[in-house]
């Protein structure tokens, strides 16, 4: 792979006589390296994984616990698998949004507030 943020650059490198392919992404160290240097589709991966992490303990996150205890747990065992490599994210508005969003998603079902409910963000945090 090559990256470039103007066109597709074709490089051809060969190992041993044999031409390697190239691609447009792929996955290391479970984070998604893309052609173009964006972030975009390993932040959204890590949103459903950090989702998926919020689902396997929502018995605890949801029960009859104090808050303190709730978010505490939050960021031991949810926030950490959507920060995994955060440190070479190139942030722009809509990412920030998302992740924020995501912020707020956890936040509300910690607090048992429907979606219908108006309360606003501030007040959630």
């Known amino acids: 792979m090559v990256l ?3 066109d597709k650059t074709q490089c051809s490198v060969r190992a041993n006589g ?3 392919e190239q691609v447009s992404q ?3 160290l ?3 390296i893309t052609e173009d240097g964006r972030c975009e589709q390993d932040i959204k991966t890590r949103i459903a994984m950090a989702k998926d992490a919020f689902w396997k303990h929502k018995e605890f996150l949801r029960g009859n616990i104090s808050l303190q205890v709730k978010k505490r747990m939050l960021h031991c065992y949810v926030f950490p698998v959507l920060k995994y490599s955060c440190e070479s994210w ?3 508005k ?3 949004q998302r992740i924020n969003a995501f912020e707020q998603w956890c936040y509300r079902r910690l607090l048992k507030i429907k979606w ?3 309360i606003l963000n501030e007040e959630v945090l």
């Open 30 to 32: 479970g984070s998604w």
């Open 90 to 92: 190139m942030m722009n």
């Open 18 to 20: 044999a031409k390697l």
């Open 4 to 6: 470039n943020k103007s």
């Open 116 to 118: 219908m409910d108006k």
């Open 26 to 28: 792929y996955k290391y």
């Open 94 to 96: 809509d990412l920030v």
